[in-house]
């Protein structure tokens, strides 16, 4: 006990470490929101080539590698800018231009690097002085960038929260990917530590073994979700997952070998496609495990199936574009700074759709989320081109009135940005109501099932046709898995007319004390979600059928108070928002129609009294004359 006690308290301690460390990378970018960090202009691959002169500054006139006469192909001397010396200058420039994996970068403040260029393109080696310059983000780069941290720091923040109240090696394997692939970006925490060359190795070290750790820890994740349990044919790549985690840190700390004079541009790019296939493997496993997992448990796989399927490859095609030369190499350009923040807000879904599937045992259709995120992808276009052109019409009137109406740069980002937001959020609630009920055929059907049932139920018989039709409506309209109905009698709740997907001898009335979270929807006056695994009764059906909302249905009269208790789809999904509605709608018709047939029976019954004493009346003049 002492001991189980001890490796939590280490576990926890351990798993705050790295959360401060992952967040300590991240959260410095903010930065650059509100004050530019500056920039040589080189945009430099592994091998010490030079793919762009311009990148980040808008153009070359404002470059100080373009203004040095740098062009695109020429090649660093890195035998003669290798680190010689932890406090040596070539180290420190070496580290201002190829430390963090390459790509372009940026420095501190009036930093001046000495760049040494081998003879080619007609030139002879030159010895360049540059000093850096501020290159300030444009408004949508600042506006993404934001974005980025604030998912890369949700993203971690899930991760932990997942690690801390489900600890296991499933939860550990998805929080050591989110520590490193998290969207946040860490320009500004390599600037900083250029001042301090051994922080700057020691942070690729780290940044090394967190890479290879998440790629180890995605596969984890990959083979256990959703119940901590690696099938037998997985057992094997499962024991090698800490080889492969050492050997893909080893590959991603001998790309900084280039630091000490190697280049290493193609072990660079093989690197990082020889990553590709661990995607693409993470990805597969899911999809196989997928076909061999129960329903409900199969709707939360498509979950974390759809989460990877769009992360990953836009995470993948952001690391190639800033840290190799592939792009250049294809195309002769680099995609620009909005592009690749954009990838990284993508790869960002992966928190939500993975975080929703591990803690949720049952989950609505996961084309509810991809739905709504196309329409607010739509949206933000439709939003963020009006804003940028009154961002660069003001630019313009701006400098026709000589600054006069010169904003700061925090403006934007934390003044229009929020409201920006705040009228995505509510465009994107009424958007996403219209989207649905226009596109989503399915809910139609089930819309027009029920209200006709809806006329058809007001006008019912009987108690038992109003119980069939609260049973099989929902189950053919929704595609229910099954349904129940406890109606009051006598005080108690009682299964009445069809039950489907129950056990015969199963449930037959609802306890106040073992019922309570059911019964409680009465009390609400709405339905009630029943999570997965909370309601605890002999006799309900199996968990694949298990009910998981309680319908309440309200009537004025003795026997019209009734519970329906609807199971999952027959997919395993969980019942949505919007058919929540439907069914409240549907409960409230099946309550007239309880008291519709109550109301009858009444009014049968004293047309039958009324005929009796009429007949009493007759047959005895005198006694009801007296009377």
């Known amino acids: 006990m002492h001991r189980a006690r001890l490796q939590r308290f280490f576990g926890r301690a351990l798993l705050i470490i790295i959360t401060i460390w992952g967040l300590g990378i991240i959260l410095p970018d903010l930065y650059r929101v509100v004050a530019p960090l500056h920039s040589l202009g080189t945009t430099i691959d592994n091998s010490g080539r030079v793919v762009d002169v311009v990148t980040p500054f808008q153009s070359a006139a404002l470059s100080p590698a373009a203004q040095a006469g740098i062009r695109p192909g020429d090649r660093l001397d890195l035998t003669q800018m290798r680190c010689k010396g932890l406090q040596s200058p070539s180290c420190a420039s070496i580290i201002a231009v190829l430390g963090g994996f390459g790509g372009f970068g940026y420095v501190r403040a009036d930093d001046k690097v000495t760049l040494i260029l081998r003879p080619g393109q007609g030139l002879p080696a030159r010895t360049l002085h540059l000093i850096a310059r501020p290159a300030p983000l444009a408004f949508l780069s600042r506006i993404a960038l934001v974005a980025d941290t604030i998912v890369g720091v949700g993203f971690i923040l899930i991760a932990f929260y997942l690690a801390w109240t489900r600890p296991s090696r499933m939860t550990w394997g998805f929080f050591l990917y989110a520590i490193w692939f998290n969207g946040g970006q860490n320009y500004a925490i390599f600037a900083v530590l250029q001042a301090l060359p051994f922080g700057n190795l020691a942070e690729i070290l780290l940044e090394s073994l967190a890479q290879g750790a998440a790629y180890a820890g995605l596969l984890a994740f990959a083979l256990r979700f959703p119940h901590e349990m690696v099938d037998p044919r997985w057992r094997r790549l499962d024991a090698g997952l800490p080889l492969l985690g050492a050997v893909v840190a080893l590959f991603a700390l001998l790309c ?53 399927a769009i992360g990953l490859p836009a995470f993948l095609l952001a690391e190639i574009f800033t840290s190799t030369g592939l792009p250049y190499a294809l195309f002769g350009a680099i995609p620009s700074q909005l592009a690749v923040q954009l990838l990284y807000l993508l790869h960002g879904g992966i928190a939500y759709f993975v975080g929703t599937a591990v803690r949720r045992r049952r989950v609505v259709s996961v084309t509810i989320p991809l739905s709504r995120g196309v329409t607010l992808t739509i949206l933000a276009f439709l939003l963020g081109v009006p804003i940028l052109y009154l961002h660069d019409e003001l630019a313009t009137i701006n400098e026709h009135l000589g600054g006069e109406l010169d904003l700061p740069g925090w403006f934007w980002p934390f003044v229009v940005g929020p409201l920006a937001l705040l009228l995505l959020a509510r465009l994107h609630e009424r ?84 019922d309570a979270l059911a019964l409680r929807c009465l009390a609400e006056d709405a339905p009630l979600p029943l999570p997965r695994g909370r309601w605890h009764r002999p006799g309900l059906p199996p968990d694949d059928l298990a009910p998981c909302l309680a319908v309440p249905v309200h009537g004025g009269a003795t026997e019209s108070a009734a519970i329906i208790l609807c199971g999952p789809h027959v997919t395993g999904s969980d019942i949505s928002r919007d058919e929540r509605k439907l069914l409240k709608h549907f409960a409230k018709q099946a309550a007239l129609g309880y008291d519709h047939v109550e109301t009858e029976a009444l009014r049968r019954e004293v047309v039958t009294l009324r005929a009796a004493l009429s007949a009493f009346r007759m047959q005895n003049p005198g006694d009801a004359t007296s009377a």
């Open 431 to 514: 958007a996403v109501v219209l989207t649905e009920r226009a596109f989503n055929r399915s809910y139609h059907r089930a819309q027009h099932m029920l209200q006709h049932a809806s006329h058809t139920v007001v006008g019912a018989k009987t108690f038992t046709e109003v119980d069939r039709l609260l049973t099989e409506v929902p189950v053919a309209g929704l595609r229910l898995a099954s349904a129940a109905v406890f109606r009051s009698l006598d005080g108690t709740f009682r299964r009445v007319g069809p039950s489907i997907g129950w056990p015969e001898d199963g449930l037959t009335t609802l306890d106040e004390t073992a």
């Open 256 to 308: 900084s070998a280039n630091l000490f004079g190697i280049p290493t541009g193609l072990a660079s790019d093989a690197f990082f496609f020889s990553i590709i296939p661990l995607d693409a493997a993470a990805l597969l496993i899911l999809v196989l495990r997928q076909r061999e997992l129960a329903p409900q448990d199969e709707a939360r796989m498509r979950w974390a199936i759809a989460g990877c």
